[in-house]
């Protein structure tokens, strides 16, 4: 896990819930994504696995670690592109001219390749 992604919760009760799945439904609360957007930005699974992977963790799909990769990424460009926070996360949600209008958050639910465009717009932000 990179040093920037969000804090979760570990010790001796800690779930067997993978970090990686972990550190996603973190973020989703911070970007309060609605339990349909999440399913979509992990790739669709059913809702039963999706569940599944809430309470209890589970296989994760090759392609599922690649998106939450990649949203790990966006999330760390974000803390480091913007000094507040809440400006961040606010970002997800807001229309953007280099992306055609569209928000963040409207890209990244286009599928894997509206991840990785968010992702590459961020990087190039960065300097990256």
């Not at 974000?78 to 926070?85: A, G, M, P």
Request: net charge positive.
């Amino acid at each position: 896990m990179h040093a920037d992604a969000p804090v979760v919760q570990g010790g001796a009760g800690r779930s067997r819930i993978p970090a990686e799945l972990e550190t996603f439904f973190t973020i989703a609360e911070k970007w309060q994504l609605s339990t349909e957007e999440q399913i979509i930005l992990l790739g669709s699974p059913g809702r039963s696995t999706f569940f599944k992977w809430k309470k209890d963790g589970g296989t994760v799909p090759q392609d599922t670690r690649e998106r939450i990769s990649h949203i790990l990424n966006i999330w760390k460009s974000l803390r480091i592109l913007f000094t507040q926070d809440e400006r961040g996360e606010a970002w997800i949600r807001a229309g953007n001219r280099y992306l055609d209008g569209a928000s963040a958050l409207d890209v990244m639910l286009e599928g894997v390749s509206g991840i990785i465009r968010v992702r590459r717009y961020l990087d190039a932000q960065r300097g990256g």
